[in-house]
């Protein structure tokens, strides 16, 4: 009876999980081919200011903007790193919830007392004989 009540939940959350696979790989995805365009940008600028004086203070300047951007996305992880608690938190609670709407559907179906045996007619037949 269990199976049946969590049957949708399990196929819902299973869903989801297909949905955040496909997301990670494309948020990877992302990632990496922006790193990828943010170096080649960087190689470009060097590039295009090595024959110049200023051919150190550009490798300076990519280097500098790379270690910003580093520092902006440690912050942001740790940031989601501590949401990710109070998330969990969240989902704790939910739970018991569930739980315990599901102990009141138990107690409610369930009954109090064992039922009594129907009483039996007793008639001249039935009497106990000495």
């Excluded at 365009?37 to 903007?65: C, E, K, N, Q, Y």
């Excluded at 007392?113 to 007619?121: K, L």
Aim: with cysteine; proline share 9%; net charge neutral.
């Amino acid at each position: 009876m269990l199976a049946r009540l969590l049957a949708p939940q399990i196929d819902a959350l299973v869903e989801r999980l297909r949905r955040l696979a496909r997301l990670l790989v494309a948020l990877l995805s992302a990632v990496w081919l922006g790193g990828l365009a943010v170096s080649f940008l960087g190689v470009l600028v060097i590039i295009a200011a090595w024959d110049t004086a200023w051919r150190i203070p550009a490798a300076a300047g990519v280097a500098l903007l790379l270690c910003v951007a580093l520092a902006l996305v440690v912050l942001q992880v740790q940031r989601l790193m501590q949401q990710g608690d109070q998330s969990f938190a969240l989902l704790k609670r939910e739970l018991a919830a569930d739980l315990e709407t599901l102990r009141r559907m138990r107690d409610d179906t369930a009954p109090d007392a064992p039922p009594e045996p129907p009483p039996t007619p007793e008639g001249p037949d039935d009497a106990p004989r000495p």
